[in-house]
């Protein structure tokens, strides 16, 4: 005489699967290191960069900021702060800045 509980089985299933989907997100979290943060940027394919706080003091960066709150408000869809604007002009930026 046994029973079938598919409801449990299958809610099961989907915490595992959420389980491991907040791992994911936990482990790329976990490699920013501390006093540093993540920025993506990029007009058609957004690229991942960490960069150091001390950068929000920069007014040049905070331009780039406010560029970016006036796009996206505060729902960015990469999850992290998303700045509008090409590669290469985050790049000359970010090398002006670490001088």
Same mark, same amino acid.
Request: net charge neutral.
């Given at each position: 005489?046994?029973? $079938? &509980?598919?409801?449990? =089985?299958?809610?099961? $299933? +989907? &915490?595992? $699967?959420?389980? +491991?989907? !907040?791992?994911?997100? !936990? +482990?790329?979290?976990?490699? *920013? #290191?501390?006093?540093?943060? !993540? @920025?993506? @940027?990029?007009?058609?394919?957004?690229?991942? /960069? =960490? *960069?150091? *706080?001390?950068?929000?003091?920069?007014?040049? /960066? %905070?331009?780039?900021?406010?560029? !970016?709150?006036?796009?996206?408000?505060?729902?960015?869809? %990469?999850?992290?702060?998303? *700045? #509008?604007?090409?590669?290469?002009?985050?790049?000359?930026?970010?090398?002006?800045?670490? =001088?």
């Amino acid at each position: 005489m046994g029973f $079938r &509980l598919p409801g449990i =089985v299958s809610s099961k $299933r +989907s &915490l595992t $699967r959420s389980s +491991s989907n !907040a791992n994911k997100t !936990a +482990s790329k979290t976990l490699d *920013i #290191p501390k006093g540093y943060f !993540a @920025v993506y @940027v990029g007009e058609n394919q957004k690229k991942r /960069f =960490v *960069i150091p *706080i001390s950068y929000l003091n920069q007014p040049s /960066f %905070m331009d780039l900021l406010n560029q !970016a709150e006036e796009e996206f408000g505060y729902d960015h869809p %990469m999850g992290g702060i998303t *700045i #509008p604007c090409s590669e290469d002009t985050f790049l000359d930026l970010n090398s002006s800045l670490s =001088v």
